[in-house]
């Protein structure tokens, strides 16, 4: 487990584990700067060593931490702490999604519509913003407890190359793509596939394609048919069938082209279920079937373990501005689809063996010939290369005087050149010409990243770089920079409440903002076709070219639930169970003397009552007495209270034991007068309320958490002073 004093002494304090992934472990920490809690994802120690890997890690966290949308789980800070890489990111409280649908089983059309269509939402626009996710999945996917569906991982699941196939991939490769299968490129219609099969998931409760290894299950997803999920629920409407089926397509060309196409389809079915409006293009007009060669499955095989040979991320030629040198282009169709051929007659298909055959024996002799003559090639030019290093070196050409000795910095300077190091040059305030010709001067290419708005620099310099000015790096290494598009002029968001669909547009993108629209929510006070409220809300302040959310009612609910009891139960299993009946849930809290912390004191619907699927209901949380204690590790509570009475009790949290992980088994005393008593054992989460009696007339006392092993015996004792008790 990570030391939490790496990082108490700077800007994060780490407060306990929250869980562990194949790669990284995840913390709750405290951001001491900005005052909040945040999650800080850290590399495990088996992939800090490896320097390619980082470099990837941070360069796609990086770019993630430019995405803000809430359909997405905000990166707020990318950096390493004594060779520690993490990535501190938005602390959601709630599950993902993989626990949400087992814990339902599946879900209804309409709850895995609207998560489909926040899930979309999010990745569009990391599309927009040319960030390809590689590793949809509910695993990472994470429901909040107001009902927000919110995708996470973004640069990691790039950094990891999560389109191989192998053992640490075993959950990925059940949503992976065809394309990302076989080694070849990914892009986003390769999200469009992991997100269909994510719906498939939420609906029928299981995943397409299994088997006992990643290798099967990935050969599956390249061979097999889809199973409609028509077959395990026979009222599946077919607008919906149709869209997953379209979406998890072998061809990628067959899917949809983008989220935004995607998304018009979602949210069509919620208002036309049974329309024929979902278009799945032929993929070949004379109706002929298609197969996998040998070669083809064995190129799969060896494609797994050379990523390094299939790069690429969007199909499509780049701006000549984006990337110095270009990067490689999209393969051609022959390429991307190795061995994806038509299944021929026999004797033809003996034809073309021999043919194939003759045809390699001629490349074969051919590519010999070239071998031979690029090796000779290099061999001269090393040769020569060693001759005119001894001819410097011997008579110091380029020193101060013929037949002198190398100075020390001189011998610096060749080791550097050997090395094909350079230093990346100050790019700040430059116009991108004089910045592209500055790095090209020193050997060094470019990455246009983006634009952004910069009270510092005028529009059309450069605002940012990715690499710092001073940083040695290796000759023709590419660094990014950002241009500047001059200050962003703050605008207040207006209050577009009961305002008509097509006019609240116009109202937004008329101030130079952009719409985006969810359709999927209903009111009983908002007539249909109206907004119901914005994200950001009225007043809001934001800048030219941010989003706008419009959220448009559909209208009043045909369908009624009863309001479940949720009075006295944790504010999360109320959250679900209310979550679980359609209602959208608010949390508000209060103190309360006689309601523990983070149960719930009451409801704005009474229990029992009748009210439209997606009505909104209020619960208020307890955050204990006012004068509750919290305490940490061997620190003191407050002043005794002053006297006595028949019934006395304390309110404090216990926060965790430094050496606590999630999980560890526990037990609390407590000690007044001399007397220890048990209060607690078994796996306690923390922090702890420690709500109990004491004894009457006694102020104070003493708690001892024992952190015990697996046969109860006592491993380590934290305690706890200066808990106060107050007469009831």
């Not at 939402?121 to 107001?146: F, M, Y």
């Not at 090395?419 to 500055?438: F, H, I, T, W, Y």
């Not at 950002?482 to 605008?491: D, Q």
């Not at 009946?581 to 003397?593: F, I, M, R, T």
Request: with cysteine.
């Amino acid at each position: 487990m990570l030391n939490a004093g790496d990082f108490l002494q700077n800007r994060y304090e780490i407060i306990n584990c929250i869980g562990s992934g194949g790669m990284a472990d995840v913390f709750r920490a405290r951001d001491h700067k900005l005052n909040r809690f945040v999650a800080i994802k850290v590399l495990k120690a088996e992939f800090r060593s490896d320097k390619e890997f980082v470099s990837k890690f941070r360069v796609e966290a990086q770019a993630a931490a430019g995405l803000a949308h809430p359909n997405i789980v905000n990166v707020y800070d990318v950096g390493d702490e004594n060779g520690i890489y993490f990535i501190v990111m938005e602390l959601v409280e709630g599950i993902t999604l993989k626990t949400y649908i087992l814990s339902k089983g599946k879900l209804s059309v309409r709850e895995a519509t609207g998560i489909s269509l926040q899930v979309a939402s999010g990745l569009e626009a990391a599309h927009n913003n040319r960030i390809i996710h590689r590793d949809v999945k509910p695993q990472n996917i994470i429901i909040s407890t107001d009902g927000t569906a919110k995708v996470a991982d973004f640069g990691i699941a790039r950094a990891a190359s999560s389109d191989t196939i192998n053992s640490n991939v075993m959950g990925s490769v059940h949503y992976s793509a065809p394309e990302q299968s076989r080694g070849g490129i990914s892009d986003a219609k390769s999200d469009i596939y992991s997100l269909g099969i994510t719906m498939y998931e939420m609906l029928t409760g299981r995943v397409p394609f299994d088997g006992d290894s990643t290798v099967e299950v990935a050969l599956k997803h390249l061979q097999e048919e889809i199973i409609s999920p028509r077959e395990y629920l026979p009222d599946l409407p077919r607008a919906i069938e149709q869209i997953i089926l379209k979406c998890t397509q072998k061809s990628p060309d067959r899917r949809y082209q983008s989220m935004s196409l995607l998304i018009r389809d979602l949210k069509e079915s919620l208002v036309n279920p049974n329309g024929d409006f979902v278009r799945i293009t032929s993929e070949n007009p004379n109706g002929a079937t298609h197969m996998y060669s040998r070669e083809a499955l064995e190129e799969i095989n060896r494609r797994s373990q050379d990523t390094d040979s299939w790069p690429g991320l969007f199909d499509g030629s780049y701006d000549s501005r984006m990337n110095y040198p270009p990067e490689d282009e999209p393969l051609d169709e022959e390429e991307y689809y190795p061995g994806y051929e038509e299944e021929y007659d026999p004797d033809d298909l003996v034809e073309d063996d021999r043919n194939a055959r003759r045809s390699r024996k001629k490349e074969k002799g051919s590519s010999s010939e070239k071998i031979v003559t690029v090796i000779s090639i290099l061999v001269a030019a090393a040769i020569g290369g060693l001759i005119l290093y001894l001819i410097i070196h011997t008579f110091d050409v380029f020193g101060p005087g013929r037949g002198g000795s190398m100075t020390e910095g001189a011998g610096s300077q060749g080791l550097d050149a050997a090395l094909e190091r350079v230093l990346v040059p100050d790019l700040l305030g430059k116009s991108e010409n004089e910045a592209q010709a500055l790095l090209k001067e020193n050997g060094l290419g470019y990455k246009y990243l983006g634009e952004t708005s910069s009270n510092e620099y005028a529009a059309g310099q450069i605002a940012e770089q990715d690499t710092d000015p001073g940083t040695s790096v290796e000759k023709n290494t590419r660094i990014g920079y950002t241009l500047s598009i001059g200050s962003a002029e703050a605008l207040t968001v207006p209050d577009l409440t009961n305002k008509l669909q097509a006019d609240a547009e116009q109202a937004v993108t008329s101030m130079g903002l952009l719409v985006s629209v969810d359709n999927t929510r209903y009111s009983d006070t908002i007539e249909s076709g109206h907004v119901i409220t914005t994200n950001p809300g009225a007043g809001s302040t934001v800048h030219e070219g941010d989003t706008i959310f419009l959220y448009i009612s559909q209208g009043q609910d045909a369908q009624s639930v009863k309001v479940p009891d949720t009075q006295g139960k944790y504010k999360d299993d109320a959250v679900t169970m209310l979550t679980n009946s359609g209602l959208y849930v608010y949390v508000a809290s209060a103190p309360s003397d006689t309601v523990p912390q983070n149960l719930v004191i009451s409801q704005d619907k009474p229990p029992g009552s009748t009210v439209k699927t997606g009505s909104s209901i209020t619960i208020t949380v307890s955050t204990g007495p006012e004068n509750a204690v919290v305490l940490n590790p061997d620190q003191a509570g407050g002043t005794p209270a002053a006297h006595a009475d028949s019934t006395w009790m304390c309110y404090a949290q216990l926060q965790a034991p430094s050496d606590y992980t999630e999980g560890s088994r526990t037990r609390i005393t407590l000690l007044q007068n001399g007397n220890e008593t048990t209060v607690y054992e078994g796996t306690a989460p923390f922090p702890y309320l420690l709500n109990v009696e004491g004894i009457p007339g006694v102020a104070t006392g003493t708690a001892y958490v024992y952190l015990l092993d697996e046969y109860g015996n006592i491993q380590s004792t934290t305690r706890y002073d200066g808990i106060e008790f107050y007469e009831q």
